[in-house]
């Protein structure tokens, strides 16, 4: 094996041991970026230099033995995240040019604990999209088959560690945009909790919703970057001022005698065969762990994505208020008069998915209309959270599939918005909930492509999700088989 | 028709987005589909249920009144597209 294929913890052990340096380790990744990247395209921008001189640095302290949780660990930062004095695009032309002056929370705590950025990850246009088609620097491609999407938004971060070019990696999840692309390329993804992770310096999507998460190889890899990002934050003030366990702690643990829910609204007409029995073969796989599945009812799961559909363009509408040319990234050129060049410059500067969302994000908070769509779809997500209170009064966990179906061809969704925001059927209702989620490889299709399993807790169960999906992860034995590029 | 070419047209004016006759006549196609399917929560009952406007419960998150670092003027207009002095330079507002 080569050093860019092993996990965070199968390294942490071979630096602790002197077999290898951070500088092989981060030398191993950028050779695979130079052998994948043109056809995998993960990156917007890569961060070599610094990432060499950091290795350097982290080799000095090694050999001192000041050896942190992530010192010599290539980590790959989706470009939602503001990185100070390295540009950070959000997959706009908006922000082509935007070098934030400051570290978001998630870059600090990483960098504190030793990390090596290794580049900016592409993503769909303002985190809007389940395919990473949007961005403005072009799609990431799926690393198991090349002519598919990744899933997104956080489609460069999610195909990075599937294709080694970097060991673990940071998304945001708004509905889904971690544990789709997660699903969609094999590996694991966590949405924490709202509240969990700090969101300062993550560009802002739809507030009530957005949460940064780990993409990383295996679930001890995911408990390792939770140890690390959790945690509250004075910067943020929806930052959850909650005790942190040692995610760690929940690996190896068994899950006899936990009960369970799976929800009869997640197996519908629509939903490949071929997910479907890979779903049917977890469940079983849970059972024989010792874990009693039971079913239960999510009676308003039908109206997740519409709610969702009015909740997050609302949010994002106001959000993207900000962009007008004045303050930073892209301004349109020969603008004679202020109206005109905000609406010059935001017609440029943003994609037609961000344009629509934030047209229905506008209708529906517009006088006439606010009672109809705003206020009637925040009901609607209250009776949703509802659903979820009841199914965890019996329920350790929830089980579902993570998507419907596997990873869709290039350009098969891109005409037709609605059947996009359909595939986030499954991952939407966590969100809108403001539970934790993880999504954990459960087998491939007939044609190789990767089918991820999703497991559900209550607020700040993030500790029940590493525990259920490491459980999982050792008895099911899913056949370690990487993308061959 | 849950929305005409006309109220795109003011829709995209209240979002200060400049829109072509080519766009306007694929967002009224494009938000007619998204605001049919919306109609969906229509069929719920939601009379007296309480709006959630946030993920967990949360109460003001007020913290000690006290000097911190910023990132000061000079950093703030380092990305800005036209700067002077110390302000954000834009094109005249009245004649």
């Known amino acids: ?485 | 028709m849950k929305i005409s070419s006309r109220e795109v047209e003011y829709v995209a004016h209240l979002a200060r987005l400049e829109v072509t006759e080519k766009e306007t006549e694929k967002f009224t196609a494009q938000l007619n589909d998204i605001l049919l399917y919306i109609d969906k929560l229509n069929e719920l009952d939601t009379k007296g249920v309480e709006p959630m406007n946030h993920a967990i419960s949360v109460t003001n998150a007020f913290r000690e009144d006290k000097m911190l670092d910023s990132i000061g003027t000079e950093n703030s207009l380092t990305n800005a597209p036209d700067a002077r002095g110390e302000f954000f330079r834009v094109p005249k507002v009245i004649d």
């Open chain 1, 1 to 485: 094996m080569e050093l860019n294929q092993l996990t965070i913890h199968e390294l942490q052990e071979k630096i602790k041991n002197n077999s290898v340096t951070a500088t092989q380790i981060t030398e191993s990744v950028f050779s695979r970026i130079d052998a994948v990247e043109e056809r995998v395209h993960s990156y917007i921008r890569l961060m070599k230099e610094d990432a060499l001189a950091a290795a350097a640095k982290a080799d000095v302290d090694i050999k001192k033995g000041n050896i942190k949780p992530l010192t010599g660990i290539p980590i790959a930062l989706k470009d939602i995240v503001c990185t100070k004095g390295i540009t950070t695009t959000c997959g706009s032309r908006i922000l082509h040019n935007f070098v934030p002056p400051y570290n978001s929370t998630v870059v600090e705590k990483l960098r504190s604990a030793g990390a090596i950025f290794i580049g900016k990850a592409n993503m769909d246009e303002f985190a809007m999209g389940s395919s990473t088609e949007t961005s403005y620097f072009g799609p990431t491609r799926n690393p198991w088959d090349l002519e598919r999407i990744p899933g997104g938004s956080s489609g460069g971060s999610a195909a990075a560690v599937a294709a080694d070019e970097c060991i673990a990696s940071i998304g945001s999840d708004t509905g889904g945009s971690i544990r789709q692309p997660a699903a969609l390329c094999g590996i694991v993804g966590m949405k924490p909790t709202y509240g969990r992770v700090s969101r300062f310096g993550l560009i802002a999507f739809a507030s009530s919703l957005d949460q940064i998460g780990p993409f990383t190889k295996d679930v001890e890899d995911c408990a390792i970057m939770m140890n690390i990002i959790a945690g509250y934050d004075p910067k943020e003030s929806t930052s959850v001022n909650a005790e942190v366990p040692d995610y760690r702690q929940f690996i190896g643990r068994d899950i006899k005698s936990w009960k369970i829910g799976i929800p009869k609204e997640y197996f519908i007409e629509g939903v490949d065969p071929e997910v479907n029995a890979a779903i049917k073969k977890a469940i079983r796989v849970i059972e024989q762990s010792g874990g009693q599945c039971v079913e239960i009812s999510l009676p308003h799961t039908q109206y997740c994505v519409a709610t969702y559909y009015i909740i997050a363009p609302a949010e994002a509408s106001s959000n993207l208020a900000r962009y007008d040319g004045v303050k930073y990234g892209f301004r349109a050129a020969d603008v004679r008069e202020l109206l005109e060049m905000y609406k010059i410059t935001r017609m440029q500067g943003f994609g037609s998915e961000v344009k629509r969302r934030i047209m229905i994000g506008t209708y529906a908070l517009s006088a006439g209309y606010y009672d109809a769509y705003y206020k009637k779809a925040s009901q609607v997500r209250a009776l949703i959270k509802h659903d979820f209170d009841e199914a965890f009064k019996p329920c350790d966990v929830i089980l579902t599939p993570t998507t419907p179906t596997p990873a869709f061809k290039i350009g098969e969704k891109t005409d037709d918005p609605l059947q996009m925001y359909l595939s986030d059927v499954f991952t939407i209702s966590t969100n809108l909930a403001g539970i934790p989620g993880i999504s954990v490889p459960c087998g491939f299709t007939s044609r190789g492509l990767p089918i991820g399993v999703q497991f559900l807790a209550g607020h700040f169960e993030e500790g029940k999700l590493i525990q259920i999906a490491s459980a999982y992860e050792k008895n099911a034995k899913i056949e370690k088989r990487r993308p061959t590029l």
